[in-house]
Each structure stands twice: as structure tokens, then as C-alpha cells.
């Protein structure tokens, strides 16, 4: 005998997880009175925290109600601006561009190239950050507290996703993009010595990492990362910045 079914209207923002037979958003989904329906929605391949509102039949259902079949249901995306605790941030190994520009505009982006998926998760449930990531499998982790899709092949899509999802508070040329510490004005006086001599000549503005020790000035790069930052800022809500505009420009 066969199995009743669900009908489950997808929204048009979870659609890309969907299988291509199913790009149009409406799917019928066979029931057997015990699976969830967060648990049908993740079969066919949409993770829940990418997911908002749970409806059936017009009622709003937690992601553990179990459907009988013969329902109308319908997953809406997670509403934007998603409102955090605290705007912070972990990347899994593939998102390094992104880190750097989420640092670039002062997101607390915590990031390391060799961590594993089990260390990822006890790293952002340890520390309260969120988990972003491509990785549609990870983010069906039941251990992960919270974490999102990142959407966007290219990194300046990719911050444009993430400012526009969570609209954190954005601190222009506050952070290190090399390992996320925090910048300080610095005198000239303080850093000749570690500059090269035609970095001296030129730029009279520093900046240092107080984690690392990095040198910032307004480089060769400084005209390209201001129209990131720029981008971003109008996206977002921005902090007040500081004056030291940091260039992707290290000394030696």
C-alpha cells in the first residue's frame, strides 16, 4: 500500500539546495508516521538552519512534528536581517578569502586552514560563533549550535551574503586580516625601523596588529579594499572607523 504524502512548498531562497526535479518548489514528500518533518526537509537536502518558519496547514510546527500525510506544508527561508547574540564569526577552511574581507570591515572572523569538521563544531559551540560554511553536509551536523550557508562563488558576494543575512555592527581597518587581531594607531617613530625605505619615504600613517605585530599603511592596495569596505558599509551598519586605513601591505 502506498504511503501518504505530504505537499511541501519550498521558498524560493531554499530552492538552490533543492534537486533540479524540484526547482520549481513544490515537492510531495511520502510520510510513515514517524520521521519529522525538519527530518523530510533535510532529505531532500535543505539544512535546517537555513530554514525559518515550519508551517502546516496554515499553523506554524516545530521542526519535530511529525506529519501524518495528506497536509500542506510549506519551509520559509530564515528571515533577514537573523539577529545574533554576538556578531561572531568561525570559517571552515574553504572561506579564507572571506575572512580577510570580513576582517577588512571589522567582523570578529575566526579562521584556520587545517581544522576538520568535528573541530569546527567544538571551535563554534565553545566559543558562541557562527559557523559559515558551503558545506551543506556540515551544516546537518546535529552537534552544530548554529551555523550558515554561505551563498556567493565569489568572496565579494560571499561578505555581501553575510552583511546583508546578519547586518552586524561593521568597524572599518579595526581588525588584522592576517589573524584577526586588533589594530592601533602607531607612530611612524615607533615602526622605521621594521619598514622598508621606500615604504618610510612615502606613507606617514601606521597601523599594528596588537596580536601579531603586522604593519598597516595606505598601500598600492588601499583604493581596492576602500571600495570593498565601501560596499559593505552600505550594505550595513557601520561603526564609527578609524583613521588608519589599512593596506594588505606587510613590511620587509
Known sequence: MDRP??????????RLFLAPRHRDGLVR????????????????????PEVGRLVVDGQPVAPGYRPAGGERA??????????LPAARFLL??????????????GLDADYAND???????????ATGRVLLTRDRGLLRRRALWLGAYVRGDRPDDQLADVVGRFDPPLAPW??????????????KGEVERELRPGTRRTYADFARCGDCGR?????????????????????GTAADPVTTRGSANPPG
Do not use: F, K
Not at 29 to 47: A, K, M, Q
Not at 92 to 105: Q, S
Not at 115 to 125: F, P
Not at 215 to 235: E, M, N, P, Q, S
Open 174 to 187: 579595526t581588525r588584522c586580516t592576517l589573524c584577526n587581531g586588533p589594530l592601533g594607531q602607531v607612530r
Open 74 to 83: 510549506a519551509a520559509e527561508a530564515v528571515a533577514r536581517p537573523q539577529r
Open 29 to 48: 514528500v511520502r510520510c510513515d508516521g514517524t520521521s519529522t518533518l525538519g527530518h523530510l526537509v533535510e532529505s531532500l537536502g535543505v539544512p535546517l
Open 215 to 235: 604593519i598597516y599603511w595606505r598601500g598600492a592596495h588601499a583604493a581596492r579594499l576602500t571600495r570593498i569596505v565601501d560596499r559593505a558599509v552600505a550594505r
Open 5 to 14: 504524502e505530504l505537499e511541501l512548498a519550498v521558498a524560493p531562497a531554499l
Open 92 to 105: 571552515d577552511v574553504h572561506l579564507g578569502a572571506l575572512a580577510r574581507r570580513m576582517r577588512l570591515v
Open 115 to 125: 581544522r576538520d569538521d568535528d573541530e569546527l563544531i567544538a571551535r563554534a559551540n
